[in-house]
């Protein structure tokens, strides 16, 4: 190994990344805790036995992709390709939850799958997982399904997002359309792909998800689940569908959504886009009545979904940035050893601190420039003389003496100034038009640079680099002078957009100002 790399299929989770991360599961456990979900974890590594039965032994999953090895007492063990076999398991081994049914679960965690890696698919890859267990009315399934709708919402991203819905039927169901399907396909078995052959006997409703283009004009003939759901079944789809109705959740019915394996019944349900290139599917799940009944246990209802974490990071808009730090800058030993203390006791009243532990004062606010603080903390021997610190305010420049034992409320009333009440709305305004010109709320024909302009001034301001970000925004508003010129395309923009993306194109300039402290910068359309 001449050079240390990552594995391949596996990626570090740097910090600016690791924030969109950390978003998305946040986001994620506020809402499941809305709805009385408790948070739970399960072991990285499970007895393989466990995802053979829980998935399947004829799934890819379990027959390619999972990692499995012998541990030294000889146990075959695999890490977790995905949560719910394991909550499942774990339903089974702690017998107590028995008697909190209906169980309302929420977890997060790294699952591991041997795939070639792709944009949005890696071999350790996070999911987002929400189970609910001895429920088997159709109101849980239009729950979870409701809990899914409302991360997405409040992650920015359902409005590019489509529901597919469909039934699998009770197992009464599923026995006699699994026999109806078989006879089909025996009739076309010299035309199916090699792998649709193998799992004719095996597994034959995985057919219907088939990606071979063979496969796909057979399953166009297919019979269909629904023509053989029987009237319990029907009743089951039809109050999660008027439930969803109600909950102004809208669906298309997707006849081709199944899951093969016995132990699935009833919802099946899958949330996808097409922002994200091949690999649509953002979140899915559906009901496993018999799951647990085939891991050992009592027969019990289940339903729950998965989504993929890394795949939301894609499409969720950028996280709210982090709260500016106020920078303490001492000068001697006396104020140093001061300085540690002060600094405890600002981070107790919430306020982030950072402090420097070397350099000239020169430096020093350079570095508190960096990192975009609010405000600087000056101490020296005069200063500690007088039991006071000068509070410098990074955004106007202006400096005053305020006692030691005041500066937390000095400072929490910086933040309350109208100044710096007009750039939080500011910032907010701008975050806002930011994410509708990327999604294509506000586009308009040829203002494709200007977005990507814009894009990345959102991306520099966010990260304190903010002279390219400037450099961004007046290249933004000098695409748009030039675009405004050009009354072909002029008459292309849509009257009710311009007033929102003029309003972008100030907001990054008021917000480059303000921060810069610049003047006679180029002017934005307004």
Avoid at 236 to 251: M, R, T
Wanted: hydrophobic share 40%; aromatic share 6%.
């Amino acid at each position: 190994m001449s050079k240390l790399q990552p594995v391949r299929g596996t990626h570090d989770l740097l910090p600016d990344e690791y924030r969109r991360f950390a978003h998305v599961v946040d986001t994620a456990r506020d809402v499941a805790r809305l709805y009385g979900y408790r948070e739970m974890a399960t072991p990285i590594f499970e007895f393989t036995e466990l995802f053979a039965r829980g998935i399947g032994e004829t799934t890819d999953v379990v027959s390619k992709e999972m990692y499995t090895f012998q541990d030294r007492g000889g146990e075959s063990l695999t890490l977790r390709p995905e949560y719910t076999a394991g909550i499942c398991r774990a339903f089974v081994s702690n017998g107590e939850l028995a008697q909190q049914l209906p169980l309302k679960l929420f977890a997060a965690g790294p699952m591991f799958r041997y795939e070639r890696p792709q944009k949005g698919r890696q071999r350790q890859f996070h999911q987002i997982d929400l189970e609910v267990l001895g429920a088997p009315e159709p109101g849980a399934d239009i729950e979870v399904i409701s809990v899914a709708a409302d991360i997405l919402e409040r992650l920015g991203i359902l409005d590019r997002c489509v529901l597919k819905l469909n039934s699998l039927g009770d197992p009464e169901s599923r026995t006699v359309y699994r026999r109806e399907l078989v006879g089909y396909y025996a009739g076309h078995v010299g035309k199916l792909s090699e792998d649709s052959r193998d799992r004719l006997q095996r597994n034959p409703l995985r057919i219907l998800d088939s990606k071979d283009e063979g496969d796909k004009a057979i399953n166009a003939q297919a019979p269909s689940f629904a023509d053989h759901l029987n009237q319990a079944s029907r009743d089951f789809f039809a109050a999660v569908k008027d439930g969803l109705l109600a909950a102004g959740i809208p669906f298309e019915i997707d006849p081709g959504l199944v899951r093969g394996l016995d132990y699935y019944t009833h919802t099946a349900f899958e949330f996808v886009t097409t922002h994200i290139g091949a690999q649509g599917t953002v979140l899915g799940g559906g009901r496993y009545d018999g799951l647990i009944a085939e891991l050992g246990g009592p027969p019990t209802a289940g339903i729950g979904w998965a989504g993929g974490i890394e795949r939301l990071m894609m499409l969720c808009n950028e996280p709210a940035a982090l709260p500016r730090p106020v920078v303490i800058a001492p000068l001697g030993a006396a104020a140093e050893a001061k300085a540690l203390g002060i600094a405890r006791a600002l981070r107790r009243h919430g306020i982030a601190v950072e402090q420097d532990y070397r350099g000239a004062m020169k430096r020093r606010m350079q570095r508190a420039n960096k990192l975009n603080a609010r405000a600087a903390i000056i101490i020296g021997d005069d200063e500690l003389a007088k039991g006071a610190a000068q509070l410098k305010d990074l955004d106007s420049g202006t400096q005053r003496e305020v006692a030691l034992d005041a500066l937390a409320g000095a400072l929490k009333a910086l933040d309350a100034s109208p100044q710096s009440k007009a750039a939080s709305e500011s910032a907010s305004a701008l975050d806002k038009g930011l994410s509708e010109v990327q999604d294509g709320t506000n586009a308009a024909p040829g203002f494709g640079s200007v977005n990507r302009d814009l894009a990345r001034y959102v991306t520099m301001i966010q990260s304190g680099d903010m002279r390219p970000a400037k450099s961004a925004a007046d290249s933004a508003g000098i695409a748009c002078t030039a675009l405004k010129n050009d009354l072909g395309h002029w008459r292309m923009i849509n009257a009710e957009r311009l007033p929102t993306f003029n309003l972008i194109l100030k907001q990054a300039k008021l917000a480059t100002l303000a921060t810069m402290k610049v003047e006679n910068d180029p002017v934005c359309p307004n």
